[in-house]
Protein backbone atom coordinates (compact mmCIF):
# COMPACT_ATOMS: atom_id res chain seq x y z
CA UNK A 1 0.00 0.00 0.00
CA UNK A 2 2.99 2.41 0.51
CA UNK A 3 4.51 1.72 -2.57
CA UNK A 4 1.12 2.63 -4.49
CA UNK A 5 0.59 5.60 -2.40
CA UNK A 6 4.26 6.90 -3.08
CA UNK A 7 3.73 6.92 -6.87
CA UNK A 8 0.37 8.22 -6.90
CA UNK A 9 1.80 10.97 -5.02
CA UNK A 10 4.25 11.02 -7.79
CA UNK A 11 1.59 11.22 -10.14
CA UNK A 12 -0.78 13.39 -8.82
CA UNK A 13 1.49 16.26 -6.88
CA UNK A 14 3.29 17.48 -9.72
CA UNK A 15 0.45 18.13 -11.67
CA UNK A 16 -1.46 19.24 -9.34
CA UNK A 17 1.10 22.40 -8.42
CA UNK A 18 1.26 23.01 -11.82
CA UNK A 19 -2.67 23.51 -12.30
CA UNK A 20 -2.11 25.44 -8.94
CA UNK A 21 0.68 27.86 -9.90
CA UNK A 22 -1.25 28.54 -13.91
CA UNK A 23 -4.24 29.41 -11.80
CA UNK A 24 -2.30 31.62 -9.57
CA UNK A 25 -0.98 33.72 -12.63
CA UNK A 26 -4.52 33.16 -14.86
CA UNK A 27 -6.23 35.01 -11.40
CA UNK A 28 -3.25 37.62 -11.24
CA UNK A 29 -3.62 38.64 -15.00
CA UNK A 30 -7.05 38.52 -15.26
CA UNK A 31 -6.97 41.18 -12.49
CA UNK A 32 -5.70 44.07 -15.71
CA UNK A 33 -9.45 42.93 -17.08
CA UNK A 34 -10.59 45.56 -14.34
CA UNK A 35 -8.62 48.48 -16.33
CA UNK A 36 -11.33 48.29 -19.13
CA UNK A 37 -14.59 49.97 -18.94
CA UNK A 38 -17.72 47.98 -17.72
CA UNK A 39 -18.80 47.57 -21.43
CA UNK A 40 -15.80 45.78 -22.41
CA UNK A 41 -15.60 43.42 -19.63
CA UNK A 42 -16.78 39.74 -20.27
CA UNK A 43 -19.32 39.70 -17.61
CA UNK A 44 -21.15 42.97 -19.40
CA UNK A 45 -21.40 41.16 -22.97
CA UNK A 46 -21.31 37.82 -22.25
CA UNK A 47 -22.64 37.58 -18.59
CA UNK A 48 -20.32 35.53 -16.85
CA UNK A 49 -16.77 35.36 -16.51
CA UNK A 50 -14.09 34.07 -18.56
CA UNK A 51 -10.83 32.88 -17.28
CA UNK A 52 -8.21 33.83 -19.33
CA UNK A 53 -9.28 36.94 -20.82
CA UNK A 54 -6.74 38.96 -18.71
CA UNK A 55 -3.78 36.90 -19.79
CA UNK A 56 -4.76 37.92 -23.87
CA UNK A 57 -5.06 41.45 -22.65
CA UNK A 58 -1.71 41.46 -20.92
CA UNK A 59 -0.13 40.13 -23.81
CA UNK A 60 -1.89 42.49 -26.59
CA UNK A 61 -0.52 45.32 -24.04
CA UNK A 62 2.93 44.50 -23.58
CA UNK A 63 3.41 43.06 -27.62
CA UNK A 64 1.88 46.47 -28.43
CA UNK A 65 3.87 48.44 -26.04
CA UNK A 66 7.28 46.75 -27.56
CA UNK A 67 5.91 47.00 -31.30
CA UNK A 68 5.46 51.02 -30.80
CA UNK A 69 8.96 51.41 -28.41
CA UNK A 70 10.79 49.44 -31.62
CA UNK A 71 10.12 52.83 -33.81
CA UNK A 72 12.01 55.90 -33.52
CA UNK A 73 9.01 57.74 -32.47
CA UNK A 74 8.16 55.37 -29.75
CA UNK A 75 11.65 54.87 -28.72
CA UNK A 76 11.68 59.06 -28.02
CA UNK A 77 8.15 58.79 -26.42
CA UNK A 78 9.65 56.31 -23.91
CA UNK A 79 12.53 58.67 -23.40
CA UNK A 80 10.35 61.42 -22.75
CA UNK A 81 8.20 59.45 -20.27
CA UNK A 82 11.26 58.34 -18.37
CA UNK A 83 12.08 61.40 -18.14
CA UNK A 84 8.95 62.11 -16.81
CA UNK A 85 9.58 59.32 -13.96
CA UNK A 86 13.25 60.59 -13.28
CA UNK A 87 11.78 63.95 -11.33
CA UNK A 88 9.47 61.87 -9.07
CA UNK A 89 11.46 61.75 -5.77
CA UNK A 90 11.74 57.79 -4.24
CA UNK A 91 10.09 56.44 -7.16
CA UNK A 92 12.52 57.60 -9.51
CA UNK A 93 15.44 56.07 -7.57
CA UNK A 94 13.55 52.70 -7.73
CA UNK A 95 12.25 52.38 -10.98
CA UNK A 96 15.95 53.39 -12.21
CA UNK A 97 17.14 50.05 -9.81
CA UNK A 98 14.64 47.65 -11.44
CA UNK A 99 15.26 49.16 -15.25
CA UNK A 100 18.77 48.69 -14.58
CA UNK A 101 18.34 45.12 -13.41
CA UNK A 102 15.36 44.19 -16.01
CA UNK A 103 17.60 45.37 -19.20
CA UNK A 104 20.68 43.23 -18.35
CA UNK A 105 18.33 40.32 -17.63
CA UNK A 106 16.43 40.65 -20.51
CA UNK A 107 18.16 42.58 -23.26
CA UNK A 108 18.78 40.77 -25.82
CA UNK A 109 22.56 42.44 -25.63
CA UNK A 110 23.08 41.72 -22.15
CA UNK A 111 25.18 38.84 -20.63
CA UNK A 112 23.38 38.21 -17.47
CA UNK A 113 22.90 34.27 -16.43
CA UNK A 114 24.60 33.51 -19.90
CA UNK A 115 26.92 31.12 -18.56
CA UNK A 116 26.72 28.95 -15.83
CA UNK A 117 29.81 28.27 -13.29
CA UNK A 118 31.41 25.76 -11.01
CA UNK A 119 33.02 27.66 -7.71
CA UNK A 120 33.97 26.57 -4.40
CA UNK A 121 31.53 28.18 -2.01
CA UNK A 122 30.98 28.92 0.73
CA UNK A 123 34.94 27.75 1.93
CA UNK A 124 37.30 25.40 -0.28
CA UNK A 125 36.74 21.82 -1.68
CA UNK A 126 32.91 22.60 -1.08
CA UNK A 127 31.72 23.13 -4.50
CA UNK A 128 28.21 24.67 -5.75
CA UNK A 129 26.67 26.03 -8.92
CA UNK A 130 26.49 29.56 -10.04
CA UNK A 131 25.98 31.96 -12.81
CA UNK A 132 28.13 34.63 -14.27
CA UNK A 133 26.34 38.25 -14.34
CA UNK A 134 29.33 40.58 -15.67
CA UNK A 135 32.72 41.92 -14.33
CA UNK A 136 33.25 44.18 -11.78
CA UNK A 137 32.86 47.71 -12.43
CA UNK A 138 33.79 51.45 -10.44
CA UNK A 139 35.95 51.92 -7.80
CA UNK A 140 36.26 48.13 -7.43
CA UNK A 141 38.17 47.68 -9.88
CA UNK A 142 41.02 49.42 -9.03
CA UNK A 143 41.29 47.35 -5.78
CA UNK A 144 41.26 44.05 -7.24
CA UNK A 145 44.47 42.37 -8.49
CA UNK A 146 43.83 40.67 -11.74
CA UNK A 147 40.98 39.68 -14.08
CA UNK A 148 37.59 38.69 -11.57
CA UNK A 149 33.83 37.98 -12.54
CA UNK A 150 31.14 38.93 -11.23
CA UNK A 151 29.09 36.00 -9.76
CA UNK A 152 25.80 35.26 -8.58
CA UNK A 153 25.33 31.89 -5.96
CA UNK A 154 21.92 30.98 -6.23
CA UNK A 155 20.53 29.80 -3.32
CA UNK A 156 18.29 26.57 -3.31
CA UNK A 157 14.87 25.87 -3.31
CA UNK A 158 14.23 29.25 -4.30
CA UNK A 159 17.42 30.72 -6.70
CA UNK A 160 15.78 34.29 -7.10
CA UNK A 161 17.63 34.59 -3.37
CA UNK A 162 21.62 34.43 -3.08
CA UNK A 163 25.08 35.86 -2.91
CA UNK A 164 26.56 38.57 -4.99
CA UNK A 165 30.83 37.63 -5.52
CA UNK A 166 33.39 38.93 -7.10
CA UNK A 167 35.86 36.14 -7.70
CA UNK A 168 39.14 35.31 -9.70
CA UNK A 169 38.39 34.29 -13.32
CA UNK A 170 41.20 31.20 -12.17
CA UNK A 171 39.09 29.87 -9.49
CA UNK A 172 35.81 29.69 -12.04
CA UNK A 173 35.17 26.84 -13.87
CA UNK A 174 32.62 27.09 -16.98
CA UNK A 175 30.45 24.40 -17.40
CA UNK A 176 29.39 23.03 -20.31
CA UNK A 177 25.50 23.22 -19.35
CA UNK A 178 22.72 25.35 -19.92
CA UNK A 179 21.22 28.12 -17.91
CA UNK A 180 17.88 25.94 -18.23
CA UNK A 181 19.51 23.14 -16.81
CA UNK A 182 21.58 24.74 -14.09
CA UNK A 183 18.38 25.93 -12.88
CA UNK A 184 16.54 23.11 -12.63
CA UNK A 185 19.54 21.02 -11.16
CA UNK A 186 19.44 23.96 -8.32
CA UNK A 187 16.08 24.52 -7.89
CA UNK A 188 15.33 20.39 -7.65
CA UNK A 189 18.35 20.67 -4.50
CA UNK A 190 20.44 18.23 -7.00
CA UNK A 191 17.94 15.79 -7.89
CA UNK A 192 17.60 16.66 -11.24
CA UNK A 193 21.14 16.00 -12.39
CA UNK A 194 21.73 17.23 -16.31
CA UNK A 195 22.67 14.39 -18.67
CA UNK A 196 26.90 13.73 -18.19
CA UNK A 197 28.67 15.14 -21.58
CA UNK A 198 31.84 16.05 -22.64
CA UNK A 199 34.70 14.43 -20.99
CA UNK A 200 32.63 13.84 -17.84
CA UNK A 201 32.18 10.99 -16.89
CA UNK A 202 31.05 8.57 -14.00
CA UNK A 203 33.58 6.87 -12.27
CA UNK A 204 33.37 3.15 -11.47
CA UNK A 205 32.55 2.25 -7.82
CA UNK A 206 35.52 0.66 -6.18
CA UNK A 207 35.31 -2.91 -5.53
CA UNK A 208 35.56 -4.10 -1.91
CA UNK A 209 38.81 -5.88 -1.15
CA UNK A 210 37.96 -9.50 -0.40
CA UNK A 211 37.49 -10.74 3.13
CA UNK A 212 40.42 -12.71 5.13
CA UNK A 213 39.36 -15.84 6.24
CA UNK A 214 39.41 -15.58 10.32
CA UNK A 215 42.42 -17.24 12.36
CA UNK A 216 41.10 -20.39 13.70
Known amino acids: MKKYFITGLLIWVPLGITVWVLHLLVSAMDQSLLLLPEQFQTEHWLGVHVPGMGVVLTFVVVFGTGLIAAN ?60 LTGQPGGDVVNHLQGEYWSVYVPTTPNPT ?25 IISMGVVAPAITGRAKLSPRPEAPPRQAANP
Open 161 to 185: SGFFLMMPKSDVIVLDMSVDEALKY
Open 72 to 131: MLGQRLLRFWENILGRIPVFKSIYNSVKQVSDTLFSSSGHAFRKALLVQYPRDGSWTIAF
